[in-house]
């Protein structure tokens, strides 16, 4: 867990938000489209309000039965901005807010809550799961899908191709440390990039963070790219694809 008296990191993906909205646009991004919206709709089951945590651009609330009350929360003005513009459903509601800082919401009684991509963006996020627990009754169901933190840790994890044996492998050099990793939305363009600070946290603290907040993980999920590989290295690639887990889902259970 990170020191109390550590400064805030600046997390918001304003500087990124164009950007982000020409790869996610309307129907999201291909892996919001093929991967992550099916798999949260069905973990979601038949939720009557959601507390979406980090919302962004609202690509959830896009998805969802047009009869279930949202409430998107994201910290960034521009994404709060463009989620409004595409969404008419009377329903649904947009919030500027920091979802580390407790959040000055009067109802506390959601069936739902999601953090989707967003952990990782936090440099607290025990207080957003904080946040979700005070807002939502007992028996909700919180969904949380990360980058999955075994396999992919921004630059400390790449493919590798055995030779001998024609397997690509994935190698992981550090894992257990908590970092600090800035990603810039456009690498060729190095400093002068936007850039966006992600987290690393090992598995074990999600799960931590949860029980102390009063969740208990029900199940979890990891999802596999669907994408198919073409030519010689076609079986090796395709092979791997379907080893590795891109995103890991987590559904937790408020408490009490
Ligand atoms: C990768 S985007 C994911 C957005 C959305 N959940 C989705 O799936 O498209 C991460 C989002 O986290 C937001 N974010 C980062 N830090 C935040 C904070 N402290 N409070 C609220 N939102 C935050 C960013 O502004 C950005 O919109």
Redesign the pocket.
Known sequence: MMNKKTKKQP????PVEKW?QSI?EDE??YF?RQI?LPGVIKLLGKPSSIL??????G??AQHLPADVEYLG????PS?IKAAKQKDNNKLHEYLV????NPLKLNKQDFTHAA????AQ???QPKI?FQNAAKHLIKGAKFIVVINHPCFRIPRQSSWGVDQTKMIQYRRIDRYLSTMKIPIHAHPSKGDLSPA?LSFHYPLSSFVQWLFETGFTVELMEEWCSDKESTGKNAKMENRSRSEIPLFLAIRAIKNT
């Open positions: 997390t918001s993906w304003e982000y996610v999201g991004h919001h992550i979406d945590l980090a919302c962004g651009s690509v959830l929360i994201d910290i960034s994404f807010a920091d979802v580390t953090l989707i991509l967003a963006n936090l440099d957003a966006t």
